[in-house]
């Protein structure tokens, strides 16, 4: 297996400097030569849209992503088209930042019926696509790990974000394979291999063993038991060649200096990935 | 969908009432006029083999299975052979108190290599085969949810499970479908269906939203997302008739008095199962 030299694909998710604003972490990639970032809609709104640009356009960093549209499934008509305007503002953001994919969460069902939550899924995608296809912004359903059915989405595994992709164009519609969602995935391979041309983004972290939380224990590169060289030559076979975030929801990454992560990341990520 | 009118096909799964000892759980089934028990390895040690058969049999109570045997991805063959006469203790004991069922939870890699592990399930279980087959015990292969991948089993979807059981006899290898760890599955269904002729147990709990820890967060039936009864009615359309176990690992639930988990458990089996 092949090791990265360099860090040019590398980009920044934002979350895993949660404790670091919007202008914080550019500056921060910028220190430690970062050549991308992958922006979260909360820390845009705290400065708002214009000079979350004006930072982004000054720094020279590129956007990988904009995190994050979707939560589509909704129990009325009413709060499906407030799920669905919502998106629009997302695609929107991620148009005027000149980021060219935005990941969809696609949310949990609205009661028990699990099938009819992927349905309105479905059907949310399909309201949103003409919108974002016109602003130049692809949308990257991000199939989560089954643990977050209940809660996050619905989506759980890279077969049926797959399935549902293809149901579109490929310039509309893609997937974000995140290894922490779908390493445990028997059947990964093939399907990294079926979503050959439809690869928006690709995730690292670890899974940390034994893991300390359901939400917050994701670890670093290298902490854990993912084959991350393995998927990642996996997924570059089909041809994705773009940026690799990292993407870090840990209270203790959250809680060590901005630069001091950026270090380790920079480091494990050449060392692992 | 049809409801249970009776309880004849409910069985404890012991570990609903850890604070139970054998001699306990059995007496609450009694009181409860529970038909079935599934037994836990570590509770018939607690007072030997052969005081749990005569509690047993003096009961009436019958047993649903036993859990549990597995893990067999070892680091080195030593190991590997010690897993493999645990396995076998465990066919003996199965045997002896006249279970027809062995449940097993397949295990962990033993390192990062996750297809090395899958690898080594299925080695295990074929060394298995002929020692319980000879002994009257079936083994059913338990897929567990995708969270335990790293910790508990490579077999994480019931997909994987029904082919890796259909390797061999159904008189020898089959499937358990628990709720909790499949629910999920976009592809249920269609699984569950391919199970016909394998389904070896059935067991049921809730999913709780939010979800209050990995291990010991599952619920009662009706307390969380699960659509038991859908679940419940496509596992019986392929022929299974067999005991439904209520398997709950909960703190709160451990920590109430076993008679009224029993009752909880009769009413809300009827109610939601």
Redesign the interface.
């Known amino acids: 297996m092949s090791q990265l030299t360099s860090i040019e694909r590398l980009s920044l998710n934002q979350i895993t400097t949660n404790q670091w604003s919007l202008q914080e972490a550019v500056e921060g990639c910028v220190r430690a030569e970062l050549p991308w970032i992958a922006l979260w809609r909360h820390k845009i709104a705290e400065i708002g849209l214009k000079e979350s640009k004006r930072i982004i356009q000054n720094s020279g960093i590129q956007i990988s992503s904009i995190c994050r549209g979707g939560m589509f499934p909704q129990s009325t008509p009413k709060l499906r088209q407030e799920a669905l305007d919502d998106n629009k503002r997302a695609v929107d953001e991620a148009a005027e930042l000149g980021a060219e994919v935005l990941v969809l969460v696609c949310g ?2 609205a009661g ?3 099938a009819e939550g ?1 349905k309105m899924v479905e059907e949310g995608i399909q309201h949103l696509v003409p919108y974002a296809e016109e602003r130049g912004v692809k949308l990257g359903i991000e199939p989560l ?3 977050y ?3 996050r989405s619905v ?3 890279l ?2 974000a797959v399935t549902l992709a293809q149901k579109f164009q490929p310039n509309q519609v893609g997937v974000v394979v995140d290894v922490f969602h779908v ?5 990964l391979y093939n399907q990294i291999e079926r979503a050959k041309g439809r690869i928006l983004g690709f995730h690292v972290s670890d ?1 940390i ?3 300390p939380d ?1 939400l917050m224990g994701r670890g670093m590169m290298g902490d ?4 991350l060289r393995r998927i990642r030559e996996a997924v570059e076979k089909t041809g994705y060649k773009g940026p690799i975030e990292v993407e870090i929801f840990n209270q203790e990454i959250w809680d060590t200096p901005g630069d001091e992560v950026l270090a380790l990341m920079k480091e494990r990520y050449l060392e692992h990935v």
């Open positions: 949990p069902a028990k019926d699990i992927r790990h089954p643990m059915a209940a809660e989506i759980v595994s077969g049926e390493w445990w995935d028997h059947d899974w063993v034994p893991t359901m854990g038991v993912i084959e």
